[in-house]
């Protein structure tokens, strides 16, 4: 852990790349809390009530005993791109379980009013030419999201076999029957030839452990379980029961971003708790021009997300189909900007003028984004405080184009905690710099536990051959082949962020995914076997291949402000995405599935 560097003076009118540095390592010393991913609470015992559903009644039904071919846990976006896939490759025996009471995962969840897709709606929804459907905005909103997933689902039969407002509770490999024995909340015990467990990256809820927080005795909630009842209103907005209330939210994440400006509309005080300001890119959004959707060609879909991770990530430089604030941004801070500057200087770059030019290029970017705030927001102070200081990848990147002239109104009030957060609750009130802030209700915008152990994200122990608890066995980090499968645990796939390549926009992570299972799952059943199964030498040789690629993101984030994408600072942390995701180029990891699929030799797998 750093040790607090000083504040550097008054900043230079012209760039200066000490000063910068200086001051980027200040705001995140500020930040930096020993406890990393400790500081928050988990939504368990007392808090357990946060990650109740909201949105669905509880149906009672009776225990499913049978037996299916594959079994998937999760009934999100993951779940059902690996499960259209299958279906697509011939496999009909599947059942989709999941606690939420629909399809639709973090969108199902997430119904915050303003919610809405940060990546390019076209390239974001999922089986867009499967489903003949065309987003009516650029930016979809989460309600349109929700309801073309339900269609997905329904679209591949998701629904008839399907276990929903279903937890499950355990799964257990039994080796003499080759199969699965799962149980759930409802008493269920059946078996699954083949599971897929697929939990979500951002999903299980967190809460600032904050000193007090069981005191407070207005009303509260999580922003992933929105408490209509309490405000009014719906996803678009018209929270008009909040006309006469005193409302205090905590997070200014993409989450906080969406929902601040209509509860800025509605509420009779509005008072956001920021402890690190985020990126506030234009966001643009507009509807759907049905000329250009008339035009698209089959397998537009696939080449515009293609097109999209490869801009992002450098590889692509001169066809950008999306051309958003995204691939904007990656054309001028990554591969593309060095090869236009070796360009403009006739002769090739050391790789110390190349960290300094991208040092300053990605300071240009973010400081127009700091002109952004200065043009918008009218109050100096307030201005100043919503600047953001890091470099800008690392945190997500936010777009919106409400939210920083939310400030301007007069019900609307910015408190600045400085990086050190909310101090402490009461009964009635926010406490930050030794001032009360009495409010009638307190939302937490406080994002989703990352970094943490698999299977306590999960909910529930995954018992392998001869007894072997994935808990145990991925105590100091995951283990796995392409993040699909772990050696000792038979016909068992992992979909999701698990040591895979990072798209921005998940949905393309989630389709080459789906690809490789649907390939694994189908090689399984024309070959007639019994169990598939990741080599123990495969997953070693993964291993070492993931954390050499890993260590130019460690190096990044080292120096970042803290965030879920670095473990709140613990680079190291053997849980957290640094660790648990492939850090090279999300491209290379696709091609290298794409390639190990071609050869069709299934090295490093076993059937037996
Ligand atoms: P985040 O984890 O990004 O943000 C949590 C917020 O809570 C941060 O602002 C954090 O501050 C703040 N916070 C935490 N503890 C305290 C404290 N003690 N005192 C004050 N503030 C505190 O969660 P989000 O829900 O905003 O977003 C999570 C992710 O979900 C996004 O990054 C994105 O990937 C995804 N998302 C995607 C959307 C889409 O359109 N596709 C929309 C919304 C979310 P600090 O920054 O200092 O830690």
């Known amino acids: 852990m750093p040790e607090t560097t000083a504040a550097p003076g008054p900043q230079p009118a012209q760039f200066d790349a000490e000063w910068v540095r200086a001051k980027y390592n200040h705001e995140r010393d500020k930040r930096m809390r020993?406890?990393?991913?400790?500081?928050?609470?988990?939504?368990?015992?007392?808090?357990?009530?946060?990650?109740?559903?909201?949105?669905?009644?509880?149906?009672?039904?009776?225990?499913?005993r049978d037996h299916v071919q594959v079994a998937i846990i999760g009934a999100g976006l993951g779940s059902i791109v690996a499960a259209a896939r299958l279906r697509e490759a011939g496999v009909d025996d599947i059942r989709v379980l999941d606690t939420a009471g629909d399809f639709g995962?973090?969108?199902?969840?997430?119904?915050?009013?303003?919610?809405?897709?940060?990546?390019?709606?076209?390239?974001?929804?999922?089986?867009?030419?499967?489903?003949?459907?065309?987003?009516?905005?650029?930016?979809?909103?989460?309600?349109?999201?929700?309801?073309?997933?339900?269609?997905?689902?329904?679209?591949?039969g998701l629904y008839d076999n399907a276990l929903l407002q279903t937890t499950v509770t355990g799964m257990e490999w039994n080796d003499a029957a080759g199969h699965w024995a799962i149980t759930t909340d409802r008493v269920d015990a059946f078996t699954a030839t083949l599971v897929a467990v697929s939990p979500g990256s951002l999903t299980r809820p967190k809460l600032p452990g904050i000193p007090g927080i069981n005191e407070f005795a207005g009303h509260t909630f999580h922003t992933s379980r929105w408490d209509y009842g309490y405000t009014g209103g719906d996803e678009s907005g018209g929270l008009t029961k909040l006309a006469d209330k005193r409302v205090g939210i905590i997070g200014t994440g993409a989450t906080g971003l969406q929902c601040v400006p209509h509860l800025g509309e509605w509420a009779q005080q509005l008072y956001v708790f920021q402890r690190t300001p985020s990126t506030v890119g234009e966001r643009g959004n507009r509807p759907t021009d049905p000329q250009w959707a008339a035009g698209l060609q089959p397998g537009w879909q696939r080449e515009r997300m293609e097109n999209f991770t490869r801009v992002t990530c450098g590889v692509e430089m001169v066809v950008d189909l999306v051309d958003d604030g995204w691939t904007r941004n990656a054309l001028s801070l990554n591969d593309p900007a060095v090869a236009r500057e070796t360009a403009r200087l006739g002769r090739e770059m050391t790789l110390e003028e190349i960290t300094e030019f991208l040092f300053r290029t990605d300071w240009e970017?973010?400081?127009?984004?700091?002109?952004?705030?200065?043009?918008?927001?009218?109050?100096?102070?307030?201005?100043?405080?919503?600047?953001?200081?890091?470099?800008?990848?690392?945190?997500?990147?936010?777009?919106?184009?409400?939210?920083?002239?939310?400030?301007?109104?007069?019900?609307?009030?910015?408190?600045?905690?400085?990086?050190?957060?909310?101090?402490?609750?009461?009964?009635?009130?926010?406490?930050?710099?030794?001032?009360?802030?009495?409010?009638?209700?307190?939302?937490?915008?406080?994002?989703?536990?990352?970094?943490?152990?698999?299977?306590?994200?999960?909910?529930?122990?995954?018992?392998?051959?001869?007894?072997?608890?994935?808990?145990?066995?991925?105590?100091?980090?995951?283990?796995?082949?392409?993040?699909?499968?772990?050696?000792?645990?038979?016909?068992?796939?992992?979909?999701?962020?698990?040591?895979?390549?990072?798209?921005?926009?998940?949905t393309h992570t989630a389709e080459e995914r789906a690809r490789h299972f649907a390939y694994l799952v189908s090689t399984f059943v024309q070959r007639g076997a019994g169990t598939i199964e990741a080599t123990a030498e495969a997953e070693e040789e993964w291993l070492t291949a993931m954390n050499e690629a890993g260590e130019k993101a460690k190096a990044f984030y080292a120096d970042c402000t803290p965030s879920y994408l670095s473990s709140e600072g613990d680079k190291d942390n053997p849980h957290g995405m640094l660790a648990t995701n492939f850090g090279g180029k999300p491209v290379e990891f696709f091609d290298m599935l794409a390639r190990w699929r071609a050869d069709d030799t299934l090295d490093g797998v076993e059937l037996r």
Request: with cysteine.
């Open 365 to 506: 970017v973010t400081q127009r984004l700091r002109a952004r705030i200065d043009a918008i927001v009218t109050d100096p102070a307030t201005a100043e405080s919503l600047k953001a200081w890091y470099r800008l990848n690392c945190k997500r990147t936010g777009f919106h184009d409400d939210y920083l002239a939310t400030f301007n109104r007069p019900n609307v009030t910015l408190v600045d905690t400085d990086g050190r957060g909310v101090e402490r609750f009461t009964e009635n009130a926010v406490v930050v710099n030794g001032v009360e802030y009495e409010i009638d209700a307190l939302i937490f915008a406080t994002g989703f536990e990352v970094g943490t152990e698999f299977t306590r994200r999960l909910g529930f122990e995954i018992v392998g051959r001869d007894g072997l608890r994935l808990s145990d066995k991925w105590a100091k980090g995951m283990r796995t082949l392409h993040g699909l499968q772990t050696h000792g645990f038979p016909n068992c796939f992992f979909l999701g962020y698990t040591q895979s390549g990072v798209s921005p926009n998940y």
């Open 105 to 156: 995962g973090t969108w199902y969840w997430n119904r915050y009013p303003g919610v809405q897709c940060d990546i390019e709606s076209y390239i974001y929804l999922p089986l867009l030419e499967e489903l003949n459907y065309i987003p009516t905005e650029r930016y979809a909103h989460g309600k349109e999201i929700r309801e073309h997933l339900q269609a997905a689902a329904r679209h591949y």
């Open 34 to 64: 020993p406890e990393a991913v400790d500081q928050y609470v988990e939504v368990t015992a007392d808090f357990s009530h946060y990650a109740d559903d909201p949105y669905t009644e509880r149906v009672e039904r009776d225990p499913v």
